[in-house]
């Protein structure tokens, strides 16, 4: 059975307004959501500006970050009840200045079930997901390389 396929992950973006607070304060938006890709949307807000006008360095990372969590849950929505997805490691870059509305697509960097093969083998998986940053006009501002893991849930 292919991940995700018994399971309805367009509930997604809701679950990650519920169970991470600051998803909704920024008022990050999906505009896609599922095990394979995931789009999120961060509004141009005023609060979150930085000192030239832009979306700030933290809310950037914020809205990548948030993207890739929820490509992960949604991958491994089925493993979500024996494991805690958790990041591990993220470097972003910041490749142009940044204005206005910003979206974030991540992708997994690998096959969902390698990593669930790893898990079922009582390995921890490390699952890397690439995160691009696009402003309205579709140019990349920046990019998260970030790698989660899959924490087995302790016995006992």
């Not at 974030?104 to 093969?117: F, Q």
Request: net charge negative.
């Amino acid at each position: 059975m292919s991940v995700g396929m018994s399971v309805d992950t367009s509930q997604v973006g809701e679950m990650m307004r519920q169970i991470v607070p600051w998803v909704r304060t920024v008022g990050i938006q999906f505009l896609e959501a599922g095990p394979e890709k995931v789009v999120v949307e961060l509004p141009d807000l005023e609060e979150n500006r930085n000192h030239v006008g832009g979306p700030h360095a933290a809310m950037m990372f914020g809205a990548a970050e948030t993207a890739s969590g929820a490509l992960v849950a949604a991958a491994f929505i089925e493993q979500l009840a024996i494991a805690t997805p958790l990041p591990t490691k993220g470097e972003i870059t910041y490749a142009k200045l940044a204005r206005g509305r910003l979206t974030a697509t991540a992708v997994l960097g690998r096959p969902a079930a390698d990593a669930i093969a790893e898990l079922k083998a009582g390995i921890r998986p490390d699952v890397p997901v690439h995160v691009t940053i696009n402003d309205a006009e579709g140019l990349e501002t920046g990019r998260l390389d970030i790698v989660w893991t899959l924490k087995p849930h302790s016995k006992g």
